[in-house]
Nanobody, 127 residues
Framework: QVQLVESGGGLVQAGGSLRLSCAAS????????MGWFRQAPGKEREFVAA????????NYVDSVKGRFTISRDNAKNTVYLQMNSLKPDDTAVYYC????????????????????WGQGTQVTVSS
């Protein structure tokens, strides 16, 4: 079992930056592939970014490429989402998710592929 707790959300002006953190409890964090998702009011949850167990592989939804960076520190059991050049369209509740992965390099893009979820953290970008 893994418990995930997000932090770092808040209110920021357009063009600003935030760094989200997701702390995982339990052991064997390095065996988990991780992802970030978001859900805006009235919209379905969407994939934002994914990182492999080792951290060597990452990928992003097109709308955040070049602005967001996902990373992880396996020694600290934490995954991060650095968000720069924020836009009002980035406003959403952001969730981190994790799943055990046999492959060190695999990425997962669907929410259905993840077993564990955090409670979410609100990000609001004002124009």
């Amino acid at each position: 079992q893994v418990q995930l707790v997000e932090s770092g959300g808040g209110l920021v002006q357009a063009g600003g930056s935030l760094r989200l953190s997701c702390a995982a409890s339990g052991s064997a964090f390095s065996m988990y592939a991780m992802g970030w998702f978001r859900q805006a009011p009235g919209k379905e949850r969407e994939f934002v970014a994914a990182i492999s167990r080792s951290g060597a592989s990452t990928n992003y939804v097109d709308s955040v490429k070049g602005r967001f960076t996902i990373s992880r520190d396996n020694a600290k059991n934490t995954v991060y989402l650095q968000m720069n050049s924020l836009k009002p369209d980035d406003t959403a509740v952001y969730y981190c998710a994790g799943r055990r992965s046999l492959s060190s390099g695999s990425l997962y893009y669907s929410g259905a592929e993840y077993s564990y979820w955090g409670q979410g953290t609100q990000v609001t970008v004002s124009s």
